[in-house]
């Protein structure tokens, strides 16, 4: 991606996380590229490939995050909370309105962008399970399968559903509980002491 397009595609991603996808027009995103409607279309040829860069854009940026960590030394908890301050980022500048208008008006960009997320979540999180494990801070008698898949279902009903609809919870606080439960479900005595101390250290 050459550096005009990256311009266009980053203040497109801006653009459409503010007010969804939907109602930003191209005329909207020339406008705030400062640029003419007519060198816009050199760059992509229509919103639904505009939209496709951004998508991608956005993948690329959150499964490569948290950016400039090495993992090599850390243990199983430490990567947790690594991620875990990395998706609260995520979530506080996350809009639901996206989300749907990409289910609604692109859903084949919709279906390939969940297949992916939902690989990269559970490669992610098998791995992670296997290593506490190993490291004695994750109990061994559950199915980590299950667990994994579990964990997406709940992480893909926070972005959908309507359930807290009527609370004044943010995505933020419900994340935050959806975490600490996984976490308490799984750990061991070890793990919990481990995870208290992280969480005191945040806190």
Known sequence: ?????????????????????????MDDIARECGISK????????D???????V?????SKDSHAPHNVDFTNLNAV????????SAI?????????????????????YAKNIKRRREHIYQKMVMNMEQGRKEGSFRKDFNIDIIARLHLLKIEGLLQSDIFEDTDYTIVEIFKALFTHHFMAISTPKGIEEFNKKLADIN
């Open 38 to 45: 007519k060198t816009l279309y050199e760059s992509v040829k």
């Open 47 to 53: 919103k639904h490939e505009l939209v496709k860069y």
């Open 89 to 109: 980022d995520f979530f506080k500048e996350f809009n639901l309105s996206m989300e749907y208008d990409l289910q609604k008006y692109y859903p084949d960009l």
């Open 1 to 25: 991606m050459d550096k005009k397009l990256k311009a266009i595609v980053d203040k497109s991603c801006k653009l459409f996380q503010k007010y969804g996808i939907k109602s930003v027009s």
């Open 55 to 59: 998508i991608d854009s956005e993948y």
């Open 78 to 85: 430490d990567i947790l909370f690594i991620v875990y301050k």
